[in-house]
Structures are given as structure tokens and as C-alpha cells.
């Protein structure tokens, strides 16, 4: 069972910036397409971004494009996000699964056999 560790959360004033990490300790990550996901307080989980297995394709949710920034290095075995402009609304938990890269306009999705959410970083933006 796939298993990713995330890391990297904190508190940033609006505008600043932060970058989240995804690794597996087991698995190759680059046999799957990853994407980030986020959960405000009373609000549900929501797809952020997914980059296929290579790296050659992205996909964003309409609320980070232009902002946020998806990328892969599969000789470290991880994912990244890079988060400029934050918004006090970006605040959440930020959690990494597997995703549907398919469909460029579709929503960010999580596959459906991914079930090992991890305990995910807090990001805060706040002034």
C-alpha cells in the first residue's frame, strides 16, 4: 500500500511564499502520477495540483493557477509544490496521494485506489 510523507507546512504572511515536499520511503514515485490536496477547517478535502509520472504534464485547480507551481525530481523520489503569492485562503492542510492526470480542465482528482492519507502540513497564511 502506497504510503507518501509530506512535509514542509508553516505560517507565512499573505503574499509570501513556502514549498511542500512528498516522498515515499518504499515505493518508486515515479511509476505514478502525484498531486496535492488540501483541507480547510469545515470545508472538504479539494484537489490542488497533479503532475503526471514523467513530469510532462500539470494540472491545477482554477484557485492556485499562476501561483502555484508543480514539480517532480523522480532521482529523489519526490514532489513538490512551490506556493508564491499565498492567500489567507490557501490556509488548510496539505496532504499528497496519487491523482488522475487525464483531463485537462477536469478537477484535480485523487485515484480511486489511494486510500493512505498521511497526517499532512499545516500551512497557515496570516498576518
Known amino acids: 500500500q502506497l504510503q507518501l510523507v509530506e512535509s514542509g507546512g508553516g505560517l507565512v504572511q499573505p503574499g509570501g511564499s513556502l514549498r511542500l515536499s512528498c516522498k515515499s520511503r518504499?515505493?518508486?514515485?515515479?511509476?505514478?502520477?502525484v498531486g496535492w490536496f488540501r483541507q480547510a477547517p469545515g470545508k472538504e478535502r479539494e484537489g490542488v495540483s497533479c503532475i503526471s509520472d514523467s513530469g510532462t504534464r500539470t494540472k491545477y485547480a482554477n484557485a492556485v493557477k499562476g501561483r502555484f507551481t508543480i514539480s517532480r525530481d523522480n532521482a529523489k523520489n519526490t514532489v513538490y509544490l512551490q506556493m508564491n503569492s499565498l492567500k489567507p485562503e490557501d490556509t488548510a492542510i496539505y496532504y499528497c496521494?496519487?491523482?488522475?492526470?487525464?483531463?485537462?480542465?477536469?478537477?484535480?482528482?485523487?485515484?480511486?485506489?489511494?486510500?493512505?492519507w498521511g497526517q499532512g502540513p499545516q500551512v497557515t497564511v496570516s498576518s
Open positions: 518504499e515505493f518508486t514515485l515515479g511509476y505514478y502520477a
Open positions: 496521494a496519487t491523482c488522475y492526470i487525464m483531463g485537462a480542465d477536469t478537477p484535480v482528482d485523487v485515484s480511486a485506489d489511494f486510500d493512505s
